[in-house]
């Protein structure tokens, strides 16, 4: 074992969860007693600490002040089970960045500092959170756990999906839904984080969201888009060459020449996946790698409310 590079690795994933508290601090500082107020998982009292109680949210600063041991007592303590989910196919690894610019402007980097983030939160109200990976092969599940050492393990994993894959790969999204589908038997909200490419049609597709909200289990689903240039096709007029990520096949064009149709046929494809997801009731949320994270944490939070 190098210690440098494990010292690297542990380095790393306390980096991401410092990105993570840092946004969520940000975001839960700038709602002030919002009608979110109660999430937040502040401590409402303090009580005497009884023998034989857990020893877990004992105040220990107060107890240095007033040498009695007296407990936390939080408001809005929850017993919610959510399980995030992350597309890490090849196609998720776009744009390529340049040296400056920070990992969450690629569509993968914003997907795993989102999914942090709720982790964060979840973690301030001790919720259990667990995480499946998938692109053609399912690659990492975890189940819901609310513990330490759980949000270290799955921060870790997190870390590790930021690395560019050496092969392509490509997004067998319905086989691997349907898996995780199966997994899921206690009533959870699950959230999925892809960016929609994949070669099956758009029913199959929609037939394995359904499948995920089996056991009344709340579906959000967060459209990752680099908005430049997969919406709007936004690149100068020189001959470009065009490599899909998954396939490798490549095709060489003038960018004007193809604009006005693409940005016609995204724009349908993306009303149309919003309605199919509306007519499912499932959340439907394009967001944008150049965004920040506000939206990702406030649909969290109204999905929650009314989780019930």
């Not at 589908?181 to 969201?209: C, G, P, V, W, Y």
């Not at 997801?277 to 009314?306: H, M, R, S, W």
Request: aromatic share 12%; charged share 30%; net charge negative.
């Amino acid at each position: 074992m190098k210690i440098e590079s494990e010292i690297e690795k542990v380095s790393s994933f306390q980096h991401l969860e410092m990105l993570a508290n840092q946004v969520v601090e940000g975001f839960i500082s700038g709602m002030h007693k919002s009608p979110f107020h109660g999430f937040s998982a502040e401590f409402a009292e303090h009580k005497v600490y009884n023998a034989g109680e857990s020893t877990k949210h004992i105040d220990w600063k107060l107890f240095a002040k007033t040498d009695r041991l007296y407990t936390k007592r939080f408001e809005e303590e929850t017993n919610l089970r959510c399980h995030l989910i992350v597309d890490n196919s090849s196609s998720m690894h776009y744009p390529e960045l340049k040296s400056n610019q920070p990992f969450y402007e690629k569509k993968i980097g914003f997907a795993v500092l989102a999914s942090a983030v709720l982790m964060n939160i979840l973690k301030k109200q001790r919720d259990a959170v667990g995480l499946s990976v998938f692109s053609d092969k399912y690659e990492y599940y975890a189940p819901e756990k609310g513990s330490d050492r759980h949000h270290r393990m799955l921060l870790n994993k997190l870390e590790e999906l930021l690395v560019q894959p050496k092969v392509k790969k490509t997004t067998d999204t319905i086989t691997y839904l349907h898996q995780i589908a199966e997994k899921m038997h206690r009533r959870s909200m699950i959230i999925l984080f892809t960016d929609m490419f994949q070669t099956e049609d758009d029913e199959k597709l929609f037939n394995a969201l359904q499948h995920l909200k089996h056991n009344k289990h709340k579906v959000v689903l967060f459209h990752v888009v680099d908005n430049e240039t997969e919406l709007k096709f936004d690149f100068d007029n020189t001959p470009r060459k065009f490599i899909d990520l998954e396939s490798g096949e490549e095709v060489s064009i003038f960018a004007d020449n193809v604009k006005e149709e693409y940005e016609k046929r995204v724009e349908a494809y993306f009303k149309n996946l919003a309605l199919t997801c509306a007519k499912n009731q499932i959340k439907y949320v394009p967001v944008n790698v150049g965004d920040n994270f506000e939206k990702i944490l406030t649909t969290y939070l109204v999905e929650k409310q009314n989780f019930g």
